[in-house]
């Protein structure tokens, strides 16, 4: 019996047919998985948070995402080669595109290697979407905080709370003095029912003066003529609105290097649906280096 069964064994592992048949199974599941992975991948592309950053801002994304789109586009061309062919043989299987067993083979192992990357780029996007992401930042606005081309960790679902460092969305039907949608990089100083002013040189909320521990003094200049009384604008429905007292849904942010910023001051409050989420880490590419303060 045991003979029986080792004899079977071996007709199983060593049957050619069976390694055809094997082979092809796996091929069709590596190319599903392929196709999966693209349909997903496109699917957040259009729907998700990480479509928003485009174009030339504090806030660029293309390079760090480009090797991404490029397995992708590469997974996709395989996929829908392999499932073309599998739809001829189908249709016509008298005239079906058969090939060598050899190359299958090599083609499997390929798919079987290749197929890691777009599911890690799935998952990155999947991260990139809805969690968080790390992004370059372009320009001296958060200097010394931030600087030009350092890359920071923004999370989507952090709690916003005065001196958070934010992504913000900004736009001609929201925002004063802007020509396009873009995206910056500030810090929250006002949150809704706030009254802040600047007097003498430093910053009052409510009354009450602020300790801005967060940068090395000089980079408020006393001469600014962009310093702030706490009279505001805002837009709402696209019409201008002014307020002393900052309304509900509304932020007041400034970068730290408001000597150059193009803040609140002067684009008016940030709508809350406007605000994408929070830098909280600067990182070397993908190591964190430390926390923002």
């Keep these: 019996m045991n003979q029986e069964n ?11 047919v069976l390694d055809k048949f094997k082979i092809k199974k796996r091929l069709i599941v590596r190319i599903l998985i392929l196709f999966v992975c693209a349909v997903l991948y496109f699917l957040m592309i259009a729907f998700s948070s990480v479509n928003k950053f485009k174009g030339e801002s504090e806030i660029t994304l293309s390079e760090a995402l480009l090797p991404l789109k490029i397995i992708m586009i590469i997974t996709t061309l395989i996929a829908i080669g392999g499932l073309l062919i599998g739809i001829y043989n189908f249709l016509a299987p008298k005239r079906k595109i058969d090939i060598p067993y050899k190359w299958k083979n090599k083609l499997f192992l390929f798919l079987d290697w290749f197929s890691i990357l777009p599911i890690c780029v799935v998952v990155t996007y999947f991260c990139f979407s809805y969690l968080f992401i790390i992004t370059p930042v372009s320009g001296i606005s958060m200097e010394p905080t ?42 929250i100083i006002g949150l809704p ?28 200049n006393g001469d600014d003529p962009r310093i702030f009384t706490g009279n505001f ?30 803040d609140s001051r002067a684009i008016g409050l940030i709508p809350q649906e406007n605000i994408i989420g929070t830098a909280l880490y600067h990182m070397n590419f993908i190591i964190p280096k430390g926390k923002i303060k």
Excluded at 6 to 16: Q, V
Excluded at 193 to 219: M, S
Excluded at 239 to 245: G, K, P, R
Aim: glycine share 8%; net charge negative; proline share 3%.
């Design 146 to 187: 931030i600087n030009d081309k350092e890359h920071v960790f923004v999370s989507y679902n952090h709690k916003i709370t005065r001196g958070s460092v934010v992504i913000l969305e900004v736009n001609p039907n929201d925002n004063l003095d802007i020509d396009e949608k873009s995206y910056y990089i500030k810090r």
């Design 6 to 16: 080792y004899l079977i064994n071996y007709y199983k592992k060593n049957n050619p």
């Design 193 to 220: 029912g706030d009254e802040v002013k600047w007097i003498d040189n430093k910053l009052y909320i409510n009354g009450t003066e602020q300790i801005e521990d967060y940068f090395e003094g000089g980079h408020f």
């Design 233 to 262: 604008q805002y837009k709402k429905n696209g019409n201008i609105e002014y307020t002393t007292i900052i309304p509900e849904g509304y932020y007041f942010v400034l970068g730290d290097n408001r000597s150059i910023s193009k």
